[in-house]
């Protein structure tokens, strides 16, 4: 039924009526997107040629998915592009760079494109194939003297002179060795040459042969080589003189691998998949290598000589971790032989930026930095690896740090050893480009309010900071391109009420939108702009929320909970939670005060909200949802019996430690795709956190819902989908089990055989949040029965 005409019918029945229903229907707001919403944009980029904006969108479902479109700088209707046009564009620009990607004059640039390498000419707009072959190419840079090198496979190989020339031999296995006779075979063999002359002059003969013909093989140009044994090679790369070669080793894990089975299938017969293992299960580190070429010597760099290196694992119920392994990254600086190496152990509490001499080996360390909880942050990996940050003009690595309590941005003067702030404030930048001629940072940032992301620039020099200028000002989230001349921008835009759309205009000009998704039927329902709240929390600080507040209440609230733990929800622009979005409407529609809580762990806060679970998911997280039930009964009188929670993946496992912990505060809710026990899930994610199950045990027990499934008191719903190979069905079969041996009854389990951890079908999503509507009218809604009649 169309809205507007809903809106009528609702006017004409009178209020009551309207109070209890809503002119959505679970049924349209679980549609694919693009049928109903609309489907938005996504990804605007520039490419080095600077004649266009190009982003991927499908306007009115009438394109494939990934469909390209482009539009004039200057404004205008977006039109689509080609496939064969798309396969020949040039390379995306991405602000500027010295990792060598530019030739040296600057009038090159180098790239990849289906595993082969491309030469794109700035000056003329060609772009010339390289490399053609079944080999996949990667990581193309060009030297100080203007040859190109690339990766293939675990070789660096390079253009000399026109010649493809390999500049590396690293080899799998151990170095052959001519075996040795036992000894009475050396007995017999030495008797032999002793006794007789035809052997002693064939064996001088053999000899010479093997001397002359190692002499005829000798190629004084021949990289060195050297034998991995059976480690793997992880980062391998030359620098700016292409005089060495840096790369690092690593064993081969265990993985211990866990299964799912896929019951629904095309010929009809279960299908077993492989899927990830659990958490705790064997993590190695890094080696890293330097090769000079020209001495024909590989050395290993000793990471134990950073200082701390030897600093144990301070949580207090856990072994210290002595034996400490090491996650390397290198990024070679454009002056030769020198390189910066972002250091990580492994259980991700040390992180080291540190200036390495190749000629020597000798590491300087420009920046420490210690968490007790875990590393983390905007612009800064979780796990180790690359994390942004990258050479200045002026020589200086620039980096993203946590140092303040807030991810800002940093640069390391390598001659000095000095870092010097180049942000400051409460506030986080989350991303940062340097404009082609590297003179100005455009940053975006939440500077200001922590539930927008806005776009500013700043001159890239002393005291920048200072001379920063805000770009753009509409509410919302404002995520930004810039073009090869630093002055032209593109965007993507959205606010809490429409989804992403495609603008475009000039730093300090108007900014236009170029496309328009929205289909008018879904934009002719009011969608509410749900106002950001504080609530106030036990420990005196304020947890932000987003509210949806009905026009006529009906005594009862829903609160939300996130997934991931680290993502932010309570902010101003379009939420990846945009089913459920539309889902707190129809809540509200029906008399439902909505609260959605960014709670505890959430990003967007800083490093001590991120870090608040650290040893405890389901503590002070879980603390902030009980504070957000005694805030609706002070503001709207709602008692916790009348006050429901739910939510998916992490938001799944606070709403079962809601109920098994917290019973009192809560009267029902709804756990899907949820953890059920931390030992069972991933290790990326959960060692930072939790650290291991056998250096931790006690972190996992109290983080754990099954541990504490005889606490339920209040109806629960659970839902999974089979083919979840993130957290997987058994974690929910597991709980499921506990449940029934603890003879508890309230409780349902809906299984969605064909769906993934992110529910894809419409009709899953369909039968979803039915359930869910279903639990809240009967358990906290105007169908709850009254506990005197039982």
């Given at each position: 039924?169309?809205?507007?005409?809903?809106?009528?019918?609702?006017?004409?029945?009178?209020?009551?009526?309207?109070?209890?229903?809503?002119?959505?229907?679970?049924?349209?707001?679980?549609?694919?997107?693009?049928?109903?919403?609309?489907?938005?944009?996504?990804?605007?980029?520039?490419?080095?040629?600077?004649?266009?904006?190009?982003?991927?969108?499908?306007?009115?479902?009438?394109?494939?998915?990934?469909?390209?479109?482009?539009?004039?700088?200057?404004?205008?209707?977006?039109?689509?592009?080609?496939?064969?046009?798309r396969r020949g564009l040039p390379p995306r620009f991405e602000g500027w760079a010295a990792d060598g990607r530019y030739s040296p004059d600057g009038t090159r640039r180098a790239f990849t494109r289906g595993g082969d390498v491309y030469v794109y000419d700035r000056a003329t707009g060609r772009t010339e194939r390289i490399t053609r072959t079944p080999a996949r190419e990667s990581s193309p840079r060009y030297l100080a003297d203007g040859a190109l090198v690339f990766r293939r496979g675990d070789a660096l190989v390079g253009l000399v002179g026109g010649a493809v020339v390999q500049l590396t031999d690293l080899r799998t296995g151990t170095e052959p060795a001519d075996p040795s006779p036992s000894d009475r075979a050396a007995y017999l063999r030495d008797q032999q040459r002793r006794l007789f002359d035809v052997i002693r002059q064939r064996a001088l003969q053999d000899s010479l042969a093997e001397a002359a013909r190692e002499r005829e093989a000798?190629?004084?140009?021949?990289?060195?080589?050297?034998?991995?044994?059976?480690?793997?090679?992880?980062?391998?790369?030359?620098?700016?003189?292409?005089?060495?070669?840096?790369?690092?080793?690593?064993?081969?894990?265990?993985?211990?691998?866990?299964?799912?089975?896929?019951?629904?299938?095309?010929?009809?017969?279960?299908?077993?998949?492989?899927?990830?293992?659990?958490?705790?299960?064997?993590?190695?580190?890094?080696?890293?290598?330097?090769?000079?070429?020209?001495?024909?010597?590989?050395?290993?760099?000793?990471?134990?000589?950073?200082?701390?290196?030897?600093?144990?694992?301070?949580?207090?119920?856990?072994?210290?971790?002595?034996?400490?392994?090491?996650?390397p990254w290198l990024a070679w600086s454009p002056e030769p032989g020198v390189a910066v190496v972002d250091v990580r152990t492994i259980d991700n509490k040390d992180r080291w930026i540190a200036r390495l001499d190749a000629a020597t080996g000798v590491l300087t360390t420009l920046d420490r930095q210690r968490d007790e909880a875990w590393v983390g942050g905007p612009g800064i990996s979780w796990w180790g690896g690359s994390s942004a940050?990258?050479?200045?003009?002026?020589?200086?690595?620039?980096?993203?740090?946590?140092?303040?309590?807030?991810?800002?941005?940093?640069?390391?003067?390598?001659?000095?050893?000095?870092v010097e702030a180049l942000t400051e404030g409460p506030f986080e930048v989350e991303e940062a480009i340097l404009s082609a001629d590297g003179e100005t940072w455009i940053l975006e940032t939440s500077e200001g309010d922590l539930g927008q992301r806005q776009v500013w620039t700043m001159p890239n020099a002393r005291g920048g900071f200072a001379r920063r200028r805000q770009v753009t000002e509409a509410v919302g989230k404002w995520d930004v391109a810039v073009a090869p001349d630093g002055e032209r921008l593109a965007f993507l835009h959205s606010t809490s009420t429409r989804p992403p759309e495609v603008h475009v205009g000039r730093l300090g000009g108007e900014i236009e939108r170029v496309t328009d998704s929205v289909r008018d039927e879904w934009a002719a329902y009011p969608w509410r702009e749900a106002e950001i709240v504080e609530i106030p929390a036990s420990d005196d600080l304020a947890v932000p929320a987003r509210i949806y507040r009905p026009d006529d209440p009906?005594?009862?609230?829903?609160?939300?909970?996130?997934?991931?733990?680290?993502?932010?929800?309570?902010?101003?622009?379009?939420?990846?939670?945009?089913?459920?979005?539309?889902?707190?409407?129809?809540?509200?529609?029906?008399?439902?005060?909505?609260?959605d809580v960014d709670y505890r762990a959430s990003a967007g806060y800083g490093r001590d909200w991120r870090t608040a679970v650290y040893r405890h998911m389901g503590g002070r997280d879980l603390q902030d949802y009980v504070d957000?039930?005694?805030?609706?009964?002070?503001?709207?009188?709602?008692?916790?019996?009348?006050?429901?929670?739910?939510?998916?993946?992490?938001?799944?496992?606070?709403?079962?430690?809601?109920?098994?912990?917290?019973?009192?505060?809560?009267?029902?809710?709804?756990?899907?795709?949820?953890?059920?026990?931390?030992?069972?899930?991933?290790?990326?994610?959960?060692?930072?956190?939790?650290?291991?199950?056998?250096?931790?045990?006690?972190?996992?027990?109290?983080?754990?819902?099954?541990?504490?499934?005889?606490?339920?008191?209040?109806?629960?719903?659970?839902?999974?989908?089979?083919?979840?190979?993130?957290?997987?069905?058994?974690?929910?079969?597991?709980?499921?089990?506990?449940?029934?041996?603890?003879?508890?009854?309230?409780?349902?389990?809906?299984?969605?055989?064909?769906?993934?951890?992110?529910?894809?079908?419409?009709?899953?999503?369909?039968?979803?949040?039915?359930?869910?509507?279903?639990?809240?009218?009967?358990?906290?809604?105007?169908?709850?029965?009254?506990?005197?009649?039982?």
């Open positions: 039924m169309r809205p507007a005409l809903v809106f009528a019918l609702l006017a004409l029945a009178g209020p009551a009526l309207a109070q209890r229903m809503s002119p959505l229907t679970i049924e349209q707001i679980t549609q694919r997107p693009e049928d109903w919403i609309g489907a938005w944009p996504s990804e605007p980029y520039w490419t080095e040629a600077g004649d266009a904006v190009y982003f991927e969108w499908n306007p009115d479902g009438r394109f494939p998915a990934d469909s390209l479109f482009r539009v004039d700088p200057a404004g205008g209707e977006p039109e689509a592009v080609p496939a064969d046009v000798l190629d004084a140009d021949a990289p060195p080589t050297f034998y991995l044994g059976d480690q793997s090679v992880g980062q391998l790369a030359a620098d700016a003189g292409g005089r060495f070669v840096a790369f690092t080793l690593s064993d081969q894990p265990d993985p211990e691998p866990t299964l799912l089975i896929n019951y629904v299938t095309e010929t009809g017969v279960a299908a077993e998949i492989e899927a990830r293992p659990k958490v705790g299960a064997p993590r190695v580190g890094a080696d890293l290598y330097v090769q000079d070429l020209a001495r024909d010597t590989t050395v290993r760099i000793d990471l134990t000589t950073l200082p701390g290196a030897f600093d144990p694992s301070d949580f207090s119920d856990a072994p210290a971790d002595s034996a400490r392994m090491f996650q940050g990258g050479f200045l003009p002026d020589g200086r690595y620039w980096f993203q740090s946590e140092r303040t309590g807030w991810s800002h941005l940093y640069a390391a003067d390598l001659a000095r050893g000095t009906n005594g009862a609230a829903v609160l939300f909970v996130h997934g991931a733990g680290y993502l932010q929800n309570a902010h101003r622009w379009w939420s990846s939670y945009f089913r459920e979005y539309q889902f707190h409407n129809l809540l509200a529609d029906l008399g439902y005060v909505v609260l957000a039930s005694a805030w609706l009964g002070d503001e709207f009188g709602i008692p916790p019996e009348r006050v429901a929670i739910y939510g998916g993946s992490y938001g799944g496992f606070l709403t079962l430690m809601a109920l098994f912990t917290e019973p009192e505060h809560f009267g029902g809710g709804a756990a899907l795709r949820s953890v059920t026990d931390w030992a069972h899930y991933n290790d990326t994610y959960t060692r930072n956190i939790l650290n291991t199950p056998l250096q931790d045990p006690e972190a996992y027990r109290r983080s754990s819902p099954i541990e504490f499934a005889a606490g339920l008191e209040d109806p629960l719903l659970m839902t999974h989908g089979l083919v979840d190979d993130n957290v997987q069905p058994q974690d929910i079969f597991r709980l499921t089990q506990r449940l029934i041996e603890l003879g508890k009854r309230d409780w349902e389990l809906a299984i969605a055989p064909v769906e993934p951890h992110g529910y894809v079908e419409p009709t899953s999503w369909a039968d979803k949040l039915h359930r869910i509507l279903d639990l809240f009218e009967h358990a906290v809604g105007p169908e709850r029965g009254d506990e005197s009649e039982g």
